[in-house]
């Protein structure tokens, strides 16, 4: 079921770099289940999952049958029809705040076999990627990575990161005050419904979330054939406003504490919430349960509000953070004036990207109204801050969500002259951080 959205040509250059090492690359016909059957497997075997089961790429095929899946076959090894590389693409969006969002390139299952490792067929599948990606005119391409140390070689850099939390609820006591709508229980099911509505709701006031896919939030609701097991344990509420509209819904589970009752831990799964009011009411539901001593979340934005909504702020723990998204500019002006900018000023990027797409002095121009202009520099920069950066720190930048003083201490990026960073973090700053709040 090959989505034609999806089907950009394959890329000559890779093509021919890879034939000439003796292998073929080319796209999955997903209409044949079996060789799509073996692609899946491939890229799950690449990641070391578990081998899928026959109703497992039952329920795949379809579900993935429009993702641009391409493999790389060695007609030499012992299963020459199994693939010995993957990579699966689609269109995709990024919220940018406001209401907006960015049209890219979703980037995912990269996978070469142990046996093909570091003789460049990853470069080769990325490269032709990104050259794919940019002859559509996309802007941006975009990832979630298995290790951050990877994808900077091609010019992506972290846009969005990621905290996880540990909330001691014993005595912990809500100061916020309870919004006038309403928390009900519900099976999980039941919001499974409306869930891709909410959530793309809740994306329009935040940077850097990633439209899921139907079959992460099937997975997400246990109502996939390799997350069903855990549909029991899986608890659902829903928060409706004073008018009865459903704004927000919490997924969670939660775990005995064998040795004390009443000491058991809720493990937050996904907790989605399109208003203020959706966040204080599902947060104030999930933190005040009988029984249970301990509240986690993964996943949830660096800039939580939470420890402002309790009595005591020292009992919402940070106990990780993380970069998220990867994000790779593909065009300035068009990702650049896509997004709304926190001050009025002119700052001229002169940007570096050894394959080419970003490369060039661009003059951003912002206004009081956050709009932007982006024009290739030609006058003279006349006042304007002046930045040099690669590719990869852009990428980073985009969002707002990187810091730009960390990026010119580590030496990431130059000022032109004194105070253009200070300059660009002023105009870049977002109203919140980034967030993207699932994989891809
Ligand atoms: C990551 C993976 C796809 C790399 O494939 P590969 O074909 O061995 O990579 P290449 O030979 O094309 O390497 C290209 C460059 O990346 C580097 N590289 C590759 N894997 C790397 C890793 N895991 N960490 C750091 N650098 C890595 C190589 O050293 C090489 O560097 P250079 O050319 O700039 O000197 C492969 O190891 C793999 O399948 N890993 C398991 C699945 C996974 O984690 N995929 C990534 C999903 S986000």
Known sequence: MPDS???????????????AEGLRYAVVDTDDADEHDRWLQADHRGFHFDALTTEQLAEYRPALGGTRSIGVWDATTAEPDHPIATVGSWRSTVSLGDGRSVDGWAISAVSVAATHRRRGIARALLEGELRAAHAASLPIAMLTVSEATIYGRWGFGP??????????????????AMPSGRVHRVSAPAVRAIAPELASRAHERIAGEVPARDLLWQRMFALSTRTASHAPKLRAARYDDADGEPRGFVLYSVAEDEADFAAHTVTVEYL???TDDAYAALWHYVLDQDLVATVVAHLRPVDEALPWLVSNPRAVQTVARREHLWLRVLDVPAALTARRYAAADAVLLRVTDPLGFAAGEWMLTTDSDGAARVTAHAADPDGAAIIDLGVEA????????TPVDALRVAGRLAEGSPGSADRLAAVLRPARAPWLSTWF
Do not use: K, M, V
């Not at 959205?5 to 034939?19: G, Y």
């Not at 990161?161 to 916020?176: E, Q």
């Open 159 to 176: 846009a969005a990161y990621t905290a996880d939390y540990r909330i001691d609820t014993r005595g912990l006591r809500l100061t916020a």
């Open 5 to 19: 959205h999806n089907d950009l040509p394959l890329d000559e250059a890779s093509r021919a770099a890879l034939a």
């Open 272 to 274: 989605c919430a399109a």
């Open 394 to 401: 852009l990428g980073a930048l985009l969002l707002g969500g």
